[in-house]
């Protein structure tokens, strides 16, 4: 069996037993206070002057006995791909042929049955969805009035705007999925979302160093108003080999399950039959 030896990152994530002068009581370890991670109590992420990054092992074995730290881990980096969508250049069918019944060759059809929901009323009004990935477009003309700037941050930049790097042509797959679950219907532009009347967000957590901390902050993001965190990405694994989530990615995944009921994630992708939403089992493990 092979073990590939995780790259780290200057990165700690570290929880003290109280929060009264976490600057002055990790200043004295040797670390730069960065930022409180958001979503954990007394959990904060550090860094380590680089002229001490070499001698990280030795500096957490040293403070982990101190009575003033609870938890002290190196954050590795993780590698997730972006699950490519399946195009259609048939001429005949429609863009969103998947919503509009269309008949293959067999006589079957094949759709998601979203009209009859649609004719039922269900239309994704009052349902708040948060596309993390590599950035969103908010000022798309399909999406700009179906935008929620509360659903939306950058992990990846540490501020509130989800707007991806356009230097990098990759970085639409994030606008894209989008498009698919809210873009705006009845607008004469584009396509129609299957929840064209839900509000959506954007995390950007794909465009930078992916690491538990990030994918934890990403589903800990405002989760007493996200209903439905989506992400259609997850580790390059082979199908037989599949990697679960890290501590504090578990963590989340526990709250957002058991303190707000409208949590779900779905992380998905066609590489594999194993879904990341199968990490949920891990909440009903003793």
């Known amino acids: 069996m092979h073990f590939v030896r995780p790259e780290l990152v200057n990165e ?40 001490s990054l070499k001698n990280a092992p030795k500096i957490i074995h040293r403070i982990k006995r ?14 997730r791909t972006k699950r490519d969508f399946v195009t ?12 509009n019944r269309a008949s293959l060759k067999d006589g079957n059809e094949v759709d998601l049955n979203v009209q009859e929901a ?3 009323g269900y239309s994704g009004k009052g349902v708040v969805v948060t596309i993390m990935d590599d950035g969103l477009d908010h000022t798309h ?7 929620a700037e509360e659903a939306s941050c950058d992990v990846n930049n540490g501020d509130r705007d989800p707007m991806p790097n356009t230097t990098n042509p990759d970085n639409k797959h994030g606008t894209r999925c989008a498009g698919q679950v809210a873009a705006i219907g009845n607008n004469s532009n584009c396509i129609v979302g299957v929840a064209f009347n839900a509000k959506i967000g954007g995390i950007r957590m794909l465009d930078g160093t992916i690491t538990d901390r990030v994918e934890a902050e990403s589903l800990n993001f405002n989760q007493n108003y996200i209903d439905i965190y989506s ?16 501590r504090l990615a578990s963590e989340a995944f526990h709250k957002g399950a058991t303190t707000y009921q409208l949590f779900q994630s779905i992380i998905i992708g066609n590489r594999t039959n194993v879904s990341f939403t199968a990490c949920l089992n891990l909440l009903h493990a003793p």
């Open 66 to 79: 101190s009575a003033e730290i609870v938890l002290i881990e190196q954050q590795e980096k993780l590698i």
């Open 12 to 51: 700690f994530v570290i929880e003290l037993a109280v929060e009264d002068q976490a600057k002055e009581v990790l200043e004295s370890m040797g670390f730069e206070l960065v930022r409180k991670l958001h979503g954990f109590e007394r959990s904060y992420l550090a860094k380590l002057p680089e002229n």
């Open 231 to 246: 992400g259609s990405w997850g580790p390059d694994d082979t199908g037989r080999i599949y990697e679960g989530p890290g």
């Open 141 to 147: 003309p399909d999406l700009a009035a179906n935008y």
């Open 88 to 99: 259609w250049n048939d001429p005949k069918y429609p863009d969103m042929w998947y919503l």
């Open 118 to 120: 649609w004719q039922l």
